[in-house]
C-alpha cells in the first residue's frame, strides 16, 4: 500500500468527492467508515447505518476498498466521558474539536498507518500548506464552510499525514461534481449538531446521563422569577426554553441566561441580547494547542473566533509562564463561553486555540486572573 491514502468516509458529499478528486489525481486511495457511536435501536436520530451504507455506495462507485472500524469505546473515553463532565461543571464544551483530536486525527490516523497507508484524507473544509519546513493549516476557500476552527488541535505530524482535498472548492461546486460523477450523496443534506444526539431532543439525551435537577431562575439581584428543569440544559446568551414570559413589574423585553450558579442550582437571567452582564473583554485559557508547536510570541496581536461562524475579532494574546493564555480583546464580546474554544488567526493561517477557562463578565469576574 505505498503511497496509498485512506479517505475518512462519513456517509457525506463531502468525504465522497474529497476520494473523487485524489482517485482522479491518480492517488491510490481506500476508504474506511468510522462508527463512533453505538445507536439504540429504538431510536433513528443518529443515521450511522445509512451513512455507513452511503459510505458502501460511494466507494463501489468508484472501485475502491472500503473498510468499516469501530471506534464507539474509544469515542466514549475520548470525548464522550468529557462531554457529560464538561455539563456536570456548569460548562459547554464543543466534542466536535475534541472529536478531531482524539478520533480522526489519532485513533482514525494510527488505524490507517496499521493498514499500510501513508495518509490520511477529510472532507474538511480546510487546507494544508508547507511553507519554510513547517505545515501551516488554512481556512477552506469557502468562508461559509470553513471549518478551520474545529481542527486547530492539529500539530506538525498530523497535517504532514493529512489531505483536505475540498478545501479549494466551495460548497456549490462539491455537490455539482458529485452530481456529475453520479454520486448518491449528491443532493444528502448536511449533518447538523452532534453525531450521538442528532435529531433527537438535547434535553431528553443530555438526562439520560445527567438527571435534571429542577432549581430556581433568578434575576443578578437574586430575585426569584421562575423555574429551570436543569441549569445545565442552558447556555450563555440563551433565549429559548426559559418560558417566563411577562414578569410583573419588568419591561415586555426577552430573557437571556447570563450565568450558571452551579454550586446552588440556579439559572441567572437579564433582560436585553447585548445585556451588561453578558459582555467580556478579558479572558483566560487553558494550555493551548499551537499548530507550529509554539506561540508566535510571549505577546502578540491577531485576530480570534470564540465560537464557530463568528466574524473575526482582533485581540492580543499574552503567554503566561506555565503557557497559558490571557486574552484581551479589543472591543466587548458577547457571551463568551467557558468550555468553548478560541481559535486564534493571522490572516488566513490558523496559529492553534485554547479552551476558555473564565472571563472578567460581571457575574464571572471573581474568577478572572489577568496577570
Same mark, same amino acid.
Given at each position: 500500500? *505505498?503511497? #496509498?491514502?485512506?479517505?475518512?468516509?462519513? =456517509?457525506?458529499?463531502?468525504?465522497?468527492?474529497?476520494?473523487?478528486?485524489?482517485?482522479? %489525481?491518480?492517488?491510490?486511495?481506500?476508504?474506511?467508515?468510522?462508527?463512533?457511536?453505538?445507536?439504540?435501536? +429504538?431510536?433513528?436520530?443518529?443515521?450511522?447505518?445509512?451513512?455507513?451504507?452511503?459510505?458502501?455506495?460511494?466507494?463501489?462507485?468508484?472501485?475502491?476498498?472500503?473498510?468499516?472500524?469501530?471506534?464507539?469505546?474509544?469515542?466514549?473515553?475520548?470525548?464522550?466521558?468529557?462531554?457529560?463532565a464538561e455539563y456536570r461543571a456548569g460548562r459547554t464544551p464543543n466534542p466536535d474539536i475534541l472529536c478531531?483530536?482524539?478520533?480522526?486525527?489519532?485513533?482514525?490516523?494510527?488505524?490507517? +498507518?496499521?493498514?499500510?497507508? %501513508?495518509?490520511?484524507?477529510?472532507?474538511?473544509?480546510?487546507?494544508?500548506?508547507?511553507?519554510?519546513? +513547517?505545515?501551516?493549516?488554512?481556512?477552506?476557500?469557502?468562508?461559509?464552510?470553513? *471549518?478551520?476552527?474545529?481542527?486547530?488541535?492539529?500539530?506538525?505530524?498530523?497535517?504532514?499525514?493529512?489531505?483536505?482535498?475540498?478545501? @479549494?472548492?466551495?460548497?456549490?461546486?462539491?455537490?455539482?461534481?458529485?452530481?456529475?460523477?453520479?454520486?448518491? #450523496?449528491?443532493?444528502?443534506?448536511? $449533518? #447538523?449538531?452532534?453525531?450521538?444526539?442528532?435529531?433527537?431532543?438535547?434535553?431528553?439525551?443530555?438526562?439520560?446521563?445527567?438527571?435534571?435537577?429542577?432549581?430556581?431562575?433568578?434575576?443578578?439581584?437574586?430575585?426569584?422569577?421562575?423555574?429551570?428543569?436543569?441549569?445545565?440544559?442552558?447556555?450563555?446568551?440563551?433565549? @429559548?426554553?426559559?418560558?417566563? =414570559?411577562?414578569?410583573?413589574?419588568?419591561?415586555?423585553?426577552?430573557?437571556?441566561?447570563?450565568?450558571?450558579?452551579?454550586?446552588?442550582?440556579?439559572?441567572?437571567?437579564? *433582560? =436585553?441580547?447585548? $445585556?451588561?452582564?453578558?459582555?467580556? *473583554?478579558?479572558?483566560?485559557?487553558?494550555?493551548?494547542?499551537?499548530?507550529?508547536?509554539?506561540?508566535?510570541? %510571549?505577546?502578540?496581536?491577531? #485576530?480570534?473566533?470564540?465560537?464557530?461562524?463568528?466574524?473575526?475579532?482582533?485581540?492580543?494574546?499574552?503567554?503566561?509562564?506555565?503557557?497559558?493564555?490571557?486574552?484581551?480583546?479589543?472591543?466587548?464580546?458577547?457571551?463568551?463561553?467557558?468550555?468553548?474554544?478560541?481559535?486564534?488567526?493571522?490572516?488566513?493561517?490558523?496559529?492553534?486555540?485554547?479552551?476558555?477557562?473564565?472571563?472578567?463578565?460581571?457575574?464571572?469576574?471573581?474568577?478572572?486572573?489577568?496577570?
Amino acid at each position: 500500500m *505505498q503511497g #496509498t491514502v485512506i479517505v475518512g468516509m462519513s =456517509g457525506g458529499v463531502d468525504s465522497s468527492v474529497a476520494a473523487l478528486l485524489l482517485q482522479r %489525481e491518480g492517488v491510490p486511495i481506500e476508504g474506511l467508515f468510522m462508527q463512533n457511536w453505538v445507536e439504540d435501536a +429504538r431510536e433513528s436520530g443518529c443515521r450511522a447505518e445509512q451513512d455507513r451504507k452511503d459510505a458502501i455506495a460511494v466507494c463501489g462507485r468508484l472501485g475502491i476498498r472500503c473498510h468499516s472500524r469501530n471506534f464507539a469505546a474509544e469515542y466514549w473515553d475520548g470525548v464522550f466521558e468529557h462531554f457529560v463532565a464538561e455539563y456536570r461543571a456548569g460548562r459547554t464544551p464543543n466534542p466536535d474539536i475534541l472529536c478531531n483530536r482524539e478520533i480522526k486525527f489519532r485513533t482514525f490516523l494510527d488505524h490507517a +498507518r496499521a493498514l499500510g497507508a %501513508e495518509r490520511i484524507a477529510t472532507g474538511h473544509y480546510a487546507r494544508v500548506r508547507k511553507q519554510a519546513g +513547517r505545515w501551516q493549516l488554512l481556512r477552506g476557500q469557502d468562508a461559509g464552510k470553513d *471549518q478551520s476552527y474545529f481542527l486547530y488541535t492539529l500539530g506538525q505530524s498530523q497535517l504532514a499525514a493529512t489531505l483536505f482535498p475540498v478545501g @479549494e472548492l466551495p460548497k456549490s461546486e462539491v455537490r455539482r461534481l458529485a452530481a456529475e460523477a453520479q454520486l448518491q #450523496t449528491h443532493a444528502k443534506k448536511d $449533518s #447538523t449538531g452532534i453525531c450521538f444526539i442528532g435529531e433527537r431532543d438535547f434535553r431528553e439525551f443530555l438526562g439520560r446521563y445527567l438527571p435534571a435537577r429542577e432549581g430556581e431562575i433568578v434575576d443578578p439581584e437574586g430575585v426569584l422569577l421562575g423555574r429551570h428543569s436543569g441549569a445545565f440544559f442552558y447556555t450563555l446568551g440563551q433565549r @429559548e426554553g426559559l418560558n417566563l =414570559g411577562g414578569v410583573r413589574g419588568r419591561p415586555q423585553a426577552p430573557w437571556f441566561v447570563v450565568g450558571k450558579d452551579v454550586d446552588n442550582n440556579r439559572l441567572i437571567v437579564d *433582560q =436585553g441580547h447585548d $445585556s451588561a452582564y453578558l459582555q467580556s *473583554q478579558r479572558l483566560r485559557c487553558a494550555l493551548p494547542d499551537w499548530v507550529d508547536d509554539a506561540p508566535p510570541a %510571549e505577546r502578540f496581536e491577531c #485576530t480570534a473566533k470564540h465560537r464557530y461562524r463568528q466574524a473575526d475579532e482582533a485581540c492580543e494574546v499574552h503567554v503566561q509562564s506555565d503557557g497559558s493564555l490571557r486574552v484581551r480583546f479589543a472591543r466587548p464580546q458577547r457571551a463568551v463561553t467557558p468550555g468553548q474554544s478560541i481559535v486564534f488567526y493571522a490572516g488566513e493561517v490558523c496559529l492553534g486555540g485554547a479552551v476558555i477557562e473564565a472571563t472578567d463578565a460581571p457575574l464571572e469576574a471573581h474568577a478572572m486572573e489577568i496577570a
